[in-house]
């Protein structure tokens, strides 16, 4: 697919949309080339901050929700970062024609300098503010607008489990009768 490319799956509610975006969420930047590299140099001590602790964890009998939910963290911020470090070695620029597969004269760009490529997209519904309404009032809007990839739905996943099963994953500890009498 060429840049911008699109076509329905399943109706005008799921769209297989072609885009690319530097890394970060909603295709935010900042600081240019030094920016990107410390980006990368982030997400890649990250990603093994998380792969040490699903780690030890696992070894100490962590509950299964709490592994799975970590390795769906992992799992996407690996992806993310792959496709950043090599998506622009091994193709050419997408714009205005479909990317060439390690195009003779080399990719569009070097190690951990490459886009992230995103395609899901889900415009379940779109409409106008009401005009009583203030700042928006009147402007059209669509529900759901962000275009992501298979990788950012593991991560929200994984970070959504933790945050809705945090008391089943982190089961405070039971005080006996004599350290509560120590802190009174």
Known sequence: ????????????????????????????????????????????????????????????????????????????????????????????????QIAEFFPEEGGYAPFLFGRVVDMLYFPLFSGTFPDWMPVWGGEQFMFFRPVFNIADTAITTGISMIVVFQKRYFPEEKKTSEEVSQEA
């Open 1 to 96: 697919m060429y840049l911008g490319q699109e076509f329905a799956v399943l109706g005008n509610w799921f769209i297989i949309h072609f885009t690319e975006n530097n890394g970060m969420a909603f295709g935010m930047e900042f600081g240019g080339e030094m920016g990107k590299i410390a980006l990368s140099v982030f997400r890649i001590i990250a990603v093994s901050f998380i792969g040490y602790y699903l780690f030890k964890t696992a070894k100490k009998g962590a509950k299964t929700g709490l592994i799975v939910a970590g390795s769906l963290i992992f799992a996407g911020a690996l992806g993310n970062i792959l496709d950043s470090m090599f998506y622009g070695i091994i193709f050419n620029d997408s714009y205005h």
